[in-house]
T-cell receptor, first 115, second 110 residues
Framework: EPEVTQTPSHQVTQMGQEVILRCVPI?????FYWYRQILGQKVEFLVS????????KSEIFDDQFSVERPDGSNFTLKIRSTKLEDSAMYFCASSGLDRVRSEQYFGPGTRLTVT | SQQGEEDPQALSIQEGENATMNCSYKTSINNLQWYRQNSGRGLVHLILIRSNEREKHSGRLRVTLDTSKKSSSLLITASRAADTASYFCATGSGSEKLVFGKGTKLTVNP
């Protein structure tokens, strides 16, 4: 069964460093998302991406964040200058043809630890 | 309460019993999705119910949706120890994003 994959599973970085989190969505999906979950808290929406552009973003997704689909398979989240409060589990998700009525399938997550 | 609030926050039952978790939300929705998360792991999609549906089944899962009460329930029948996890509802309201609740932590004791 197709699944969303993410790499790395765990990333440790120092405050102020740039990190890139990588995702391979399900191959025939058209909509891509990033969410994050700070330890013990709710899963929060960051950004959605369709047709090579951001379609929606949350207040969390400020200028320090960017997303890119550099080729036909990868979808990346970049944090330019990490802060301690960026420590969280980051989930990539994808969905199919109907953005408002389709299931969103999540990857296993990347645990980001900022020290 | 915020969009997508589950209750109870924690539920402990014996293997073989049924587990019922509830979710309430505030705004109108297009769909509501239930997910399972094992400790520290990814989110596994369980079931999606659309706003024009009232009930859906998938294996041992039964989901109901009452749009007049803005609530949904997830029933797991004949629970197993492997069902131990956190369960989240997430609402889709016409935009791409899903809004998650805080989850119900289910423990099934063998």
């Amino acid at each position: 069964e197709p699944e969303v994959t993410q790499t790395p599973s765990h990333q440790v970085t120092q405050m102020g460093q740039e990190v890139i989190l990588r995702c391979v969505p399900i191959s025939n999906h058209l909509y891509f998302y990033w969410y994050r979950q700070i330890l013990g808290q709710k899963v929060e929406f960051l950004v959605s991406f369709y047709n090579n552009e951001i379609s929606e973003k949350s207040e969390i997704f400020d200028d320090q964040f960017s997303v890119e689909r550099p080729d036909g398979s990868n979808f990346t989240l970049k944090i330019r200058s990490t802060k301690l409060e960026d420590s969280a589990m980051y989930f990539c998700a994808s969905s199919g043809l109907d953005r408002v009525r389709s299931e969103q399938y999540f990857g296993p997550g990347t645990r980001l630890t900022v020290t | 309460s915020q969009q997508g609030e589950e209750d109870p926050q924690a539920l402990s039952i014996q293997e073989g019993e049924n587990a019922t978790m509830n979710c309430s939300y505030k705004t109108s929705i297009n769909n509501l999705q239930w997910y399972r998360q094992n400790s520290g792991r990814g989110l596994v999609h369980l079931i999606l119910i659309r706003s024009n549906e009232r009930e859906k089944h998938s294996g041992r899962l039964r989901v109901t949706l009452d749009t007049s009460k803005k609530s949904s329930s997830l029933l797991i029948t004949a629970s197993r120890a492997a069902d131990t996890a956190s369960y989240f509802c997430a609402t889709g309201s016409g935009s791409e994003k899903l809004v998650f609740g805080k989850g119900t932590k289910l423990t099934v004791n063998p």
